[in-house]
């Protein structure tokens, strides 16, 4: 049993360690070069040619994005899927609504 346990830890280790940044890195990148590409195409007005690359750097980073959202719903969809425990792959915790109107922001 221990050799399971071994393995499970190392996976949530890959997880947290590795996929976990990854996936935050290139969803980073991806909305980088989004805004750099909108940068370009709004601040070359008059060249028909740098306004092409500014739409096609805003299309790659949509893109990206969807692509990068699209893993992370596939990931947490086997992880529940399976019932898999002691993995959270979630890098932001998801607030849950319960119904209950609370208040809970003691700033405002």
């Known amino acids: 049993m221990s050799g399971t346990k071994d393995i499970a ?3 949530s280790r890959i997880d947290k360690v590795i996929i976990n940044p990854l996936i935050v890195l290139m969803f980073a990148v991806a909305v980088v070069v989004f805004v750099w590409g ?3 195409f709004l601040s070359n007005r008059d060249s028909e ?4 690359k500014g ?5 790659w980073g ?3 994005i969807f692509i990068m959202l699209s893993v992370f719903g596939i990931i947490n969809l086997l992880i529940g ?3 898999l425990t002691g993995v959270n792959n979630a890098p932001i915790e998801i ?3 319960d119904g209950q109107k ?5 700033g405002l």
């Open 95 to 97: 607030p849950k609504y």
């Open 81 to 83: 899927t399976f019932g």
């Open 102 to 106: 609370t208040n809970t922001n003691t």
């Open 9 to 11: 830890y190392y996976m």
């Open 55 to 59: 739409k096609s750097h805003m299309l």
């Open 49 to 52: 040619e740098a306004q092409t």
């Open 38 to 40: 909108m940068i370009e």
């Open 62 to 64: 949509i893109v990206g």
